[in-house]
């Protein structure tokens, strides 16, 4: 069962809970990085106010271990503000008596950002009584938060146990585009995988050896694969207990696992970087970046692939003199011919910061969440959507 659009949908004059991911970069003064998943929601947004809905938007922002200033969502609202040139009203709740009466107050068309949702441990913990509270606030239920769709939290997977749940128009394209990928990609299907989180990512990567022709590492997950083979990784972050499942994933696919040859290795990012073999790192050296051979190397698979999906760069393209590769490989892949689906919320960031988005045939909003799918795996929030109940 498949499910069902706000566009498909009877939501004319509802008050409607949408739940968004706004979980956007902060830097170090907390100020916003980025706001593409602000505009990604914004379709369905004025869609709802067209419809003369009252919207109420609930997002996480960050992972807060308790109210932090830097995670409240009054500057969320105030930049959907700036973007749809209309006026977002804020709480600092999103549950309880105080937030229903704000709710109670809005008129046709009116939006209210709600606080962060994950000030409330009970989000992370899918704490029935949770859901059930914020659900009390609204008609129905809107999933537009394809990037967390993997996160079995009470606003994601709860909420629509007690409300009809309805999708996004952006998520059905995220359902739609990154489905392709999974079921019937134009072959060559080359998967180019890098970034930090190994643990998260390595089940996803199992999965996408049986549907992908090559999958190609780089950025910090290449070390622990690396280190699988015996190679010397130096001071590299390796997560000792995925060794193991990464050997096995070499053994099971030789030939279609690609670890990049070379990388850009220093003692810290102010000493003296030089380049070696990724499987000859000195002790007192971590890999960075990876190499011009490696670039090459991965610049040749893209061009001959027919399909690529991109999730994490290729290093520490944070500091520039780490960046070279991700800024390059985007150009190859910008400039290439191959149909192009990036996802992940640095990957993206590197390709935004060079101006390529544009000749991206599609940027994912999701990271973890895109993986996932990619990968053929259930994304929970999804599952809890199509088995919610039916609006009126
Ligand atoms: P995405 O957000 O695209 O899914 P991740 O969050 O998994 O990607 O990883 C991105 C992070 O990985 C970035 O902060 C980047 O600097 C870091 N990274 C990639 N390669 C390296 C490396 N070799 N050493 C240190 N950090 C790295
Ligand atoms: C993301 O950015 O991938 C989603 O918003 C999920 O955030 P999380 O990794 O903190 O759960
Ligand atoms: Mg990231």
């Known amino acids: 069962m498949d499910c069902t659009s706000i566009a498909n949908a009877n939501v004319k004059n509802k008050t409607v809970l949408v739940r968004v991911d ?16 602000i505009r990604a929601a914004i379709p369905t947004i004025s869609y709802l106010r067209k419809k003369n809905c009252r919207i109420l938007l609930l997002t996480h922002l960050g992972r807060p271990k308790n109210r932090e200033k830097r ?3 009054a500057k969320l609202a105030a930049r959907l503000s700036e973007l749809i040139k209309t006026r977002v009203f804020h709480t600092t709740d999103c549950i309880g008596a105080h937030t229903l009466l704000e709710v109670q107050k809005l008129g046709p068309k009116d939006i209210l950002m709600l606080e962060n949702v994950r000030f409330y441990p009970e989000e992370k913990a899918n ?13 129905a239920y809107v999933n537009e938060a394809f990037s967390n769709c993997h996160r079995k939290h009470a606003s994601m997977v709860g909420v629509p146990q007690f409300l009809p749940g309805l999708a996004g128009l952006r998520l059905i394209e995220e359902l739609d585009v990154l489905g392709s990928l999974l079921n019937r990609p134009k072959r060559p299907f080359v998967a180019l995988l890098g970034g930090a989180k190994v643990y998260s990512k390595i089940d996803v990567l199992k999965a996408l050896l049986k549907s992908a022709d090559k999958v190609l590492i780089g950025g910090a997950m290449l070390f622990t694969f690396v280190k699988a083979q015996g190679g010397s990784v130096g001071k590299s ?27 850009v290795a220093a003692k810290d990012k102010n000493s003296r970087a030089v380049i070696v073999s990724s499987s000859a ?63 992940g919320g640095d990957s993206a960031t ?15 909003t999701g990271g973890g969440a895109a993986l996932t799918l990619v990968a053929g795996l259930e994304l929970p929030a999804v599952t809890a959507l199509r088995r919610s109940k039916k609006i009126k």
């Open 281 to 343: 790192i000195p002790s007192t050296h971590a890999g960075f970046d990876v190499g011009p051979q490696t670039v090459e190397l991965f610049s040749k698979s893209v061009k001959s692939s027919k399909t690529l999906f991109w999730n994490g760069p290729l290093g520490w393209y944070e500091v520039s003199k780490f960046s070279k590769a991700t800024n390059q490989i985007s150009r190859v892949i910008a400039k290439s011919k191959t149909f192009s689906v990036i996802g």
């Open 237 to 263: 972050p390796v997560e000792d207990d995925k060794i193991d499942l990464a050997r096995r994933l070499l053994q099971s696919y030789p030939g279609k696992i690609i670890l990049a040859p070379d990388v």
């Open 127 to 139: 704490d029935k009584l949770f859901a059930k509270q914020l659900s009390q606030l609204a008609q």
């Open 71 to 73: 995670f409240r969502t």
């Open 350 to 364: 590197a390709v935004h910061r060079l101006r390529l988005a544009k000749n991206i045939d599609f940027m994912s």
């Open 22 to 37: 706004f979980n956007e970069p902060l830097d170090d003064k907390g100020r916003l990085v980025s706001d593409y998943r």
